[in-house]
């Protein structure tokens, strides 16, 4: 994946919180019981990671609601980049 940050970015934009703000590092690191931390966030978005570890999206996808796949896929024909 070429760029990790700006795919998480999307992601985080389109599943929201319940009511309807953007999930911050401190909410997954607290939903996540500190499994993602809020450093692993923000490292994430920067795009400063190019692995972030299938567990950390694994937790990531739980707790914001993230079909897993929805990591992996092109959305009709649309670039994550």
Same mark, same amino acid.
């Given at each position: 994946?070429?760029?990790?940050?700006?795919?998480f970015e %999307?992601?985080?934009?389109?599943?929201?919180?319940?009511?309807?703000?953007k999930?911050?590092?401190?909410?997954?690191?607290?939903?996540?019981?500190?499994?993602?931390?809020?450093?692993f966030?923000?490292? %994430?978005?920067?795009?400063?990671?190019q692995d972030p570890?299938?567990?950390?999206?694994?937790? %990531?996808?739980?707790?914001?609601?993230?079909? %897993?796949?929805?990591?992996?896929?092109?959305?009709?024909?649309?670039?994550?980049?």
């Open positions: 994946m070429e760029d990790w940050g700006r795919r %999307l992601l985080r934009d389109k599943y929201r919180r319940e009511d309807g703000s999930w911050s590092g401190a909410a997954i690191e607290r939903a996540t019981g500190g499994a993602v931390s809020g450093h966030v923000s490292a %994430l978005a920067r795009g400063k990671l570890g299938i567990g950390k999206m694994y937790a %990531l996808s739980e707790v914001m609601g993230i079909p %897993l796949e929805e990591w992996f896929e092109e959305k009709h024909g649309e670039s994550w980049e």
